[in-house]
């Protein structure tokens, strides 16, 4: 899976065409309220400027579904970076059109530009024709934008049919964790799974299995694997479909899969809902599991203290709010403390441990979501085949 990088060939006053995920939130001023993925890009950015490169990044944001939207526009995101960069970031007012290429013409090295958001035009997501137009912008094509990269578009795989096509630091860096758990992680090699749904994960559960020493499951998906040992869950989550494959892991895997053995089960999954502790065969019938309980926290993180590598996706709880998200604040702090590898996916996971503050005591936290599932489960990802081998 080793790419050549941007380190490998010349960009000094070369046009160099990034792929960003600055796919970020903004709040209703236009203001970006969380800037993770963008500092995530900085390393990359900074390297290019300081090679004398002329650094054209683009990126999607939001889903504007092939319109025009003014709240949708990537001058926020580029005067987010430009804080960060402590430079100007230039903006374009389309990502592809002869004034685009004349604005790119005119940039001097050092020079950072940022398009117009990609998904303005529908014609703009994939097709070689707009792959060549992008293509026109850059001298060398860097991905560095692992959140999108399991999407085969003009963007993201297209473009480098067309260009020298190299990985960002980012990019690396996500490959080579992510890669280096599967296939040689340092042992024992724990997994902390959890999430609402089984179907969302089979495939994961399935190589985790032949390679973990311990997997751990929490959130809504260890309700159906709880029903399938049959205990009562009452109305909680459950993925009812998958309940047999639940019950034929835990018949294969007995001595790997560990469940918990205490939840924290309420009337509503609202803040302020009555809600207590309690067994795992003692869940009341009209109530919902809503978090893993302490016993099992604690269970949990003795693997963790344990493990030579841990590698966690998806919340035990309801975690965005504050009275359900006690286990996988206790999940945090224990790989924050541990000695291990610790590597966390992205989407809803690495969002609670940026919330927490932890992010800076993992390993490792992705930036990507459903790219980081695919790689997990074995998939070759568009945006990364199309990359130059070392």
């Not at 049959?230 to 047999?244: K, N, P, R, T």
Request: negative net charge.
């Amino acid at each position: 899976m080793a790419k050549k990088t941007v380190e490998d060939v010349d960009v000094a006053g070369k046009r160099v065409l990034v792929r960003v995920d600055f796919n970020v939130p903004l709040d209703a001023s236009g203001r970006v309220t969380d800037t993770t993925r963008i500092r995530g890009a900085l390393p990359t950015i900074r390297y290019l400027i300081a090679h004398s490169a002329r650094v054209v990044l683009m990126s999607h944001l939001g889903r504007p579904n092939g319109k025009f939207v003014e709240g949708l526009r990537m001058a926020p995101v580029a005067k987010a970076l430009a804080d960060l960069l402590g430079r100007p970031v230039a903006t374009a007012g389309d990502c592809v059109s002869p004034d685009v290429e004349a604005q790119v013409a005119a940039m001097q090295p050092g020079d950072v530009l940022l398009l117009e958001n990609l998904r303005f035009h529908p014609e703009r997501s994939e097709g070689p024709a707009v792959a060549r137009s992008l293509a026109r912008l850059g001298d060398v094509y860097v991905n560095d934008a692992f959140g999108t990269a399991h999407r085969a578009h003009a963007s993201t795989a297209g473009v480098a049919e067309y260009l020298p096509a190299v990985a960002g630091f980012l990019m690396q860096k996500e490959l080579q964790y992510i890669g280096q758990v599967i296939e040689e992680p340092a042992r024992p090699f724990v997994a902390v799974i959890g999430g609402a749904k089984v179907s969302d994960k089979v495939r994961v559960l399935d190589r985790l299995l032949e390679r973990v020493d311990a997997l751990l499951l929490g959130g809504g998906m260890a309700c159906t694997f709880l029903k399938a040992q049959g205990h009562e869950i009452g109305q909680s989550l459950l993925d009812a479909g998958h309940l047999d494959y639940a019950r034929g892991l835990l018949a294969k895997w007995p001595n790997k899969i560990a469940l918990p053995v205490d939840v924290v089960v309420a009337e509503r999954v609202e803040a302020g809902a009555p809600s207590k502790v309690v067994a795992v065969d003692a869940v009341p019938p009209d109530w919902r599991i809503l978090d893993i309980g302490p016993q099992t926290s604690a269970n949990f993180t003795g693997y963790v203290r344990s493990a030579g590598t841990v590698l966690w996706n998806g919340t035990m709880g309801v975690a965005e709010i504050p009275d359900f998200a006690a286990g996988t604040q206790r999940l945090a702090e224990a790989m924050a403390l541990s000695d291990a590898v610790t590597v966390v996916g992205g989407g809803d996971t690495a969002a609670a441990v940026e919330q927490m503050e932890l992010a800076d005591r993992m390993t490792h936290v992705s930036t990507g979501g459903g790219a980081s599932l695919e790689l997990l489960e074995g998939h070759v990802l568009p945006g990364v085949a199309a990359l130059a081998d070392k």
